[in-house]
């Protein structure tokens, strides 16, 4: 499904996946995909953090006690974060600091990349959607909405969850 989309690398069958935030839902959604062979790129914010993370193999901050395998790798420059081209972005940044994120990292964004948020909530002051304030910062993509019931501890724990996906193309929806 994902070759539909884009191409990570065209020497890789695996695809590439671009996650935007390295809290706990942003890191939970990086075990999910590589323990299913998918090639993983973190970006964070903060190069302390991400070194912190890389050096220990755990988000101790934010999920706690879940070892990150070697595969996932971790960045805070936000060229490198979209190197090689992933076949699919997941934005995992809380609603109260997207547009600062986004508005960063738009430029490196390649075009027309597929974006999938998994925040929560709604801009305070413009009352916008967390895809709305993506496709407010990086223009025109296809987005995706992935939501529910759910925290990322108890997903991690393997805790019983349920999620919805909404997109306007079905294909990403999908995915």
């Given at each position: 499904?994902?070759?539909?989309?884009h191409?990570c690398?065209?020497s890789s069958?695996i695809?590439?996946v671009?996650?935007?935030?390295?809290?706990?839902?942003g890191?939970l959604?990086?075990l999910m995909?590589?323990?299913?062979?998918t090639?993983v790129?973190?970006?964070?914010?903060?190069a302390?953090h991400v070194k912190?993370?890389d050096r220990e193999?755990?988000?101790?901050?934010?999920?706690?006690?879940?070892?990150?395998p070697?595969?996932i790798?971790?960045v805070?420059?936000?060229t490198?974060?979209?190197?090689p081209k992933?076949d699919?972005v997941?934005?995992a940044?809380?609603c109260?600091?997207?547009r600062?994120?986004w508005?960063?990292?738009a430029?490196?964004v390649?075009k027309?990349?597929?974006i999938?948020?998994?925040?929560?909530?709604?801009?305070v002051?413009t009352?916008?959607r967390p895809?709305d304030i993506?496709?407010?910062?990086?223009?025109?993509a296809?987005?995706?909405c992935l939501s529910?019931?759910?925290?990322?501890?108890?997903?991690?724990?393997?805790?019983?969850?349920?999620?919805?996906?909404?997109a306007?193309?079905?294909r990403?929806?999908e995915?």
């Amino acid at each position: 499904l994902f070759s539909r989309l884009h191409g990570c690398a065209m020497s890789s069958p695996i695809p590439c996946v671009t996650i935007v935030g390295d809290g706990a839902m942003g890191t939970l959604c990086a075990l999910m995909l590589a323990r299913r062979g998918t090639r993983v790129t973190v970006w964070g914010r903060s190069a302390e953090h991400v070194k912190e993370i890389d050096r220990e193999r755990e988000n101790k901050r934010y999920l706690p006690g879940h070892r990150l395998p070697e595969s996932i790798h971790l960045v805070s420059d936000p060229t490198a974060a979209f190197l090689p081209k992933p076949d699919l972005v997941v934005s995992a940044v809380p609603c109260q600091f997207m547009r600062s994120v986004w508005a960063r990292l738009a430029p490196h964004v390649p075009k027309n990349a597929p974006i999938v948020s998994v925040a929560k909530g709604i801009e305070v002051g413009t009352l916008m959607r967390p895809t709305d304030i993506i496709r407010d910062c990086v223009g025109d993509a296809p987005l995706a909405c992935l939501s529910g019931p759910s925290i990322a501890p108890e997903i991690a724990r393997e805790k019983p969850a349920s999620v919805v996906v909404a997109a306007t193309d079905p294909r990403l929806a999908e995915i």
